[in-house]
């Protein structure tokens, strides 16, 4: 018997549910995180997309996930490079484009540091 892994299933189940996400294809914001840190969007855009010297912001919210997809793929810009469906797949800029739209509002009330 393997209750473990049967618990872990069904905890990951009802995870899915609580937060509205259907199934392996759902956009996994955290996932997009990681990737916008991996394909070197950060660099130009900031950590956490808020904008930067370079490149202009893109959360809180961003625009419809098509919409990043298109210019993603065939960004015309000087200084953004387009990204082929090769190197960042579809489900990886849906990822991204979920981890942008959770982004919290900038507001210094948002930095713990000033809370206590
Ligand atoms: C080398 C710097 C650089 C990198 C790397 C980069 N960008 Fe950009 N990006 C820019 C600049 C600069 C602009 C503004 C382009 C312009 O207005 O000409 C831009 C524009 C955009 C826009 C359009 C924003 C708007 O409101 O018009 C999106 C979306 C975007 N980038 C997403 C991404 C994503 C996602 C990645 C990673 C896969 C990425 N960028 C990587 C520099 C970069």
Known sequence: M???TIS???IASIACTVLGV????AADA???QQLFITYGCYACHGYNGQGANVGVKLAPDPMAADALANYIRNSASAMMPPYSEKLVSN???????AWLASQPKLDPKNIPLLKE
Request: no cysteine; charged share 20%; hydrophobic share 45%.
């Open 2 to 4: 393997n209750l473990p």
């Open 8 to 10: 872990a299933a069904a």
């Open 22 to 25: 259907g199934g392996a294809s």
């Open 30 to 32: 955290k996932k997009g």
């Open 91 to 97: 489900a990886d800029v849906a990822d991204i484009h």
